[in-house]
Every structure is written in C-alpha cells, then in structure tokens.
C-alpha cells in the first residue's frame, strides 16, 4: 500500500502557473506509473497525465504544451507543472498511484486548483 498527500492547489487568474506535489510514503521508482487526474463538480474524473516507470509519458489533449508531469523518485514525489491556465482547468486534482503485479490504483486526497477569469 501507499499513501498519497498532494499539496500545491490554489486561486490563481489565468495565464497563471502552480506546481503541484504529490508525496509518496514509499519509493516510487518501482510503480508502474503514477498520474494526475482532475474532477469538476458533476462531471466524470478524467486523466490529466501519466508518467510511467520507465520515464513515458501521456497527456490529455486539453492540457498538452501547458501541462509538465515529472517525478523525483529521491524524494518519492510527482510534479506536475501546470502554466498558461485557463479556467476550464479548474478542478480537485488528484494524484494516482498504480502498483503492484496485480496493478492496484492507489489515490490522493485531492487539491482544489481555481483559476479565476
């Protein structure tokens, strides 16, 4: 099992910029990938980016050019670096964790990122 605690949400107008963090109770480097994904109020979660454990990674089409996934696995941590935000960005964005031979999704908390107009 893992425990995921992302941190990094926030207000801010658009054409802004936020990181956000998700830290890892364990070693990461040996997940199968680990993503973000993004919940509006009434509307189904949807994936925002993957990075798998080889270094591959996925983007929604809507995010692509504006949003970067990394990872540093010294610190158990994914990034995602999100710039040029729009409001249709706002959303509780989750971290996802996928593990295991018997692949187990593991989730985060959730953070609020708003993005004002």
């Known amino acids: 099992q893992v425990q995921l605690v992302e941190s990094g949400g926030g207000l801010v107008q658009a054409g802004g910029s936020l990181r956000l963090s998700c830290l890892a109770s364990?070693?990461?480097?040996?997940?199968?990938?680990m993503g973000w994904y993004r919940r509006v109020p009434g509307k189904q979660r949807e994936l925002v980016a993957t990075?798998?454990?080889?270094?591959?990674?996925n983007y929604a089409d809507s995010v692509k050019g504006r949003f970067t996934i990394s990872r540093d696995n010294a610190k158990n941590t994914v990034y995602l670096q999100m710039i040029s935000l729009k409001p249709e960005d706002t959303a509780v964005y989750y971290c996802?964790?996928?593990?295991?031979?018997?692949?187990?999704?593991?989730w985060g908390q959730g953070t609020q990122v708003t993005v004002s107009s």
């Open positions: 996802n964790a996928n593990l295991g031979l018997v692949p187990t999704d593991y």
């Open positions: 364990r070693s990461i480097s040996m997940f199968n990938a």
């Open positions: 990075i798998r454990r080889g270094g591959n990674t």
